[in-house]
Structures are given as structure tokens and as C-alpha cells.
Nanobody
Framework: VQLQASGGGSVQAGGSLRLSCVAS????????MGWYRQATGKQRESVAL???????IYADSVKGRFTISRDNAKNTLILQMNDLKPEDTAVYYC??????????????WGQGTLVTVSS
């Protein structure tokens, strides 16, 4: 299983970035997919989630600015980040979760991609 995240970079406040996560080795459309981030000295936190049923869940801090989407045909998860703020600076990770009745949850993490927002 591999989750390959990309798209991070440095941007000024108010700018935009688009993160991508390409998955291999999983049945993508059966997985809940999510973006998480970890700032220096802080715990990893959930940013946006996309369930296998198509629901989207956002952290309050990013609502209205970030949009999560998925292309099941391309096994790709996207995070469009607009109006970025310095407090969005973090390493961003994608994660997959597979829930199957009678089986333990199967979780995989991608490597992180660094997002730096300057004021």
C-alpha cells in the first residue's frame, strides 16, 4: 500500500495550494480518506475527511477555505486550500481507513508534504 502526497510548498497568507494524494494497493472507493496536519510542537489533527459514502467533514478552522474531493477512478484525493493563513503551516498527511464488517479497521498513512504560509 502506498499513499503518495504532493503539492506542498511555501505561499504567502491569502494564497492557495492544492494537495494531491495518489493511492495504490487499496480499493480506493471503499476507503474513507482524510487529510491531517501536524504543526511543529503540536499533535496531529484532522483537517478534512471524505467518507466512502461521499460525505465531507471539515475542521472548524478550515471550513469555507478548504475543499476535499476524491476521484475514485484515479485513486486520488485532493485538498484545495484557499485563503491560507500562517496557522495553516504544518506537514499535511493523507490517510485511508477501510471499515469492513467483522474485520479490524485497516489504516494507512502517506508521507507528509510541508505547507508553509508566511504573513
Amino acid at each position: 500500500v502506498q499513499l503518495q502526497a504532493s503539492g506542498g510548498g511555501s505561499v504567502q497568507a491569502g494564497g492557495s495550494l492544492r494537495l494531491s494524494c495518489v493511492a495504490s494497493g487499496i480499493i480506493f472507493n471503499l476507503n474513507a480518506m482524510g487529510w491531517y496536519r501536524q504543526a511543529t510542537g503540536k499533535q496531529r489533527e484532522s483537517v478534512a475527511l471524505s467518507t466512502d459514502g461521499g460525505d465531507e467533514i471539515y475542521a472548524d478552522s478550515v471550513k469555507g477555505r478548504f475543499t476535499i474531493s476524491r476521484d475514485n477512478a484515479k485513486n486520488t484525493l485532493i485538498l484545495q486550500m484557499n485563503d491560507l493563513k500562517p496557522e495553516d503551516t504544518a506537514v499535511y498527511y493523507c490517510k485511508s481507513d477501510l471499515y469492513m464488517l467483522g474485520h479490524p479497521k485497516s489504516t494507512h498513512w502517506g508521507q507528509g508534504t510541508l505547507v508553509t504560509v508566511s504573513s
